[in-house]
């Protein structure tokens, strides 16, 4: 992935998602998921198109499971939008660049 995306661990939850100066778009995502891959490569044009106004970060559901568990994650891909250590919004499934773009400015 870019430099623009970070990846997320159970451990690194707290500092990196709920702790941040910024908003942060968590993909919850798995190596097996089609629809997971298919917006992967939007979810890098959209963290270089924002720059700093946003971080996009991915947590690998099969590699970290206390988080996913902690917000229900029942469906990947599932976007959870957080702002100031909260859940801001949340979409489940894959969506177009428009629809992701869509969601972010609608939430930011």
Known sequence: MGAGIKYVSDASFEQDVLQSDKPVLLDFWAEWC????????????????????????????DENQGVPAQFNIRGIPTLILFKGGAVAAQKVGALSKSQLAAFIDGNI
């Open 34 to 61: 089609g629809p997971c891959k298919m917006i992967g490569p939007i979810l890098e044009e959209l963290s270089t198109e924002y720059g700093d106004k946003i971080q996009i970060a991915k947590m690998n559901v």
